[in-house]
């Protein structure tokens, strides 16, 4: 750039200009058989940019697996407006937005497939579209033993093996289940938000990993200092446990403490920034310990620092 034109076919170069000035030799940036990218990494802007670079266009990659949710349950609606001019008759469907951002926050595609009342043929249908367009299929509520809990019934109607589990020693979680049909998984989630959350990060999370190539291990993972004691709900106590909390920034190190609501508390999950699963034979936790949070996707701001994305 350091030149000045004196006409049309000469110009007087202003600096001088090196032997080698801007000539870069092959293999400087990267060497001849030196591993950049590995199988199961995210390809980000970075990655894009590298494959540009080696004139790379395509490269074999997983597909983001399509999760389809299916909120079941008479007493709820989608429609916000409509329940505001009746006087909130229904109840506002609040899980599947939950639930369908952390799917795309982690690397699936969401299908909502709307509330579906209790209603066998209804739910039927959408389940068959839903095996025919998705990877994976999540129930949401309808998975407890009652009149209108409807959801194990139409899955087994549907083919073997159907459900093949339907209670697991998850606390605040218990009714989950799991079923198969035509080779794809159905995650029964329960109704109550934290109960789906819980399921959700137990079962579906892993599974979307899987299903996108990736390790299971949680990459947004801290080591934290817990502020105050914990203690299992008693009745529970020999059932895995997933412990809500909110980490913050404290010098160079991390404080997380638990954060404690009711199993359909939505605020709960505001408050909360990260997650740590408490094994079946765990039952408390003391003020002081040193633990590993999981940030939870898009919740994941530590004061005014960005942690995760």
Sequence with gaps: ENVTYLNDKTIKILSQ??????????GEDIKKGEKVLFKGQLIRAQEMA??????????????????AIIP??????????????????????TNSHVISCIIEEIGGVSLDFGVTPDKTE???????????KSDIIL??????????????????????PGVVVHGVKLDRGRVSGL???????????????????????VFVRPLIRIFSGRPMKNDLTILATLTENWNSRKKYFDFKKIVYVK????????????????????????KSNGYI?????????????????????????????????
């Design 17 to 26: 200009v090196n032997r080698g000035s801007f000539v870069y030799s092959v």
């Design 122 to 132: 209804i739910l039927k249908k959408k389940i068959k579209i839903a095996l025919e």
């Design 179 to 201: 079923a198969v049909i035509n080779y794809k998984p159905i995650i029964i989630l329960p109704g109550p938000i934290q109960g789906a959350l819980n399921a959700f990060i």
């Design 72 to 93: 079941t349950g008479t007493e709820l609606t989608d429609e916000i407006e409509k329940n505001k001019r009746n006087r909130g008759q229904k109840i506002i469907n």
């Design 247 to 270: 980490v913050i920034k404290y010098g160079d190190k991390f404080l997380a403490t638990p954060i404690v609501g009711e199993t359909q508390s939505i605020s709960l999950l505001i």
């Design 277 to 309: 699963v408490v094994p079946e034979e765990i039952t408390n936790i003391d003020k002081g310990e040193k633990i590993e949070v999981n940030l939870l996707p898009g919740f994941s701001y530590i004061k005014d620092s960005l942690i995760s994305k």
């Design 139 to 160: 129930t949401i509520g309808g998975s407890s033993v009652g009149e209108q809990d409807i959801v194990e019934t139409v899955i087994n109607s549907l083919g073997k």
């Design 50 to 67: 590298f494959l540009a670079s080696l004139n790379i266009s395509k490269i074999p990659v997983f597909k983001k697996p399509i999760v």
